[in-house]
Nanobody
Framework: QVQLVESGGGSVQPGGSLRLSCVAS????????MRWYRQAPGKEREFVAS???????NYGDSVKGRFTISRDNPKNTMYLQMNSLEPEDTGLYYC?????WGQGTLVTVSS
């Protein structure tokens, strides 16, 4: 059974940093693209970042220059380093691979 589990969310002040992790189990995802999405309260789910099997990255416009996506294939894990966090980054962050989704980890940016 495939499972994606996010962790690393929490509460942080504006300008702070967090590192999210997504651990996949049940099969290897070494050869597919992995993605992060987020959903803010009252808003639609939004693309954050993606990373291909070869390490090619892509970012949503609102996070470019502040967030960095990476992956560790032997550990079947994807990361999202988030710096210079803003209140607008508040939301539930999900990892997604193929048709699979995690349950999300909550990020709150507030002073």
């Amino acid at each position: 059974q495939v499972q994606l589990v996010e962790s690393g969310g929490g509460s942080v002040q504006p300008g702070g940093s967090l590192r999210l992790s997504c651990v996949a189990s049940g099969r290897s995802f070494s050869f597919v693209t992995m993605r992060w999405y987020r959903q803010a309260p009252g808003k639609e789910r939004e693309f954050v970042a993606s990373i291909s099997s070869g390490g090619v990255t892509n970012y949503g416009d609102s996070v470019k220059g502040r967030f960095t996506i990476s992956r560790d294939n032997p550990k079947n894990t994807m990361y999202l380093q988030m710096n210079s966090l803003e209140p607008e980054d508040t939301g539930l962050y999900y990892c997604s691979v193929l048709a699979y989704w995690g349950q999300g980890t909550l990020v709150t940016v507030s002073s």
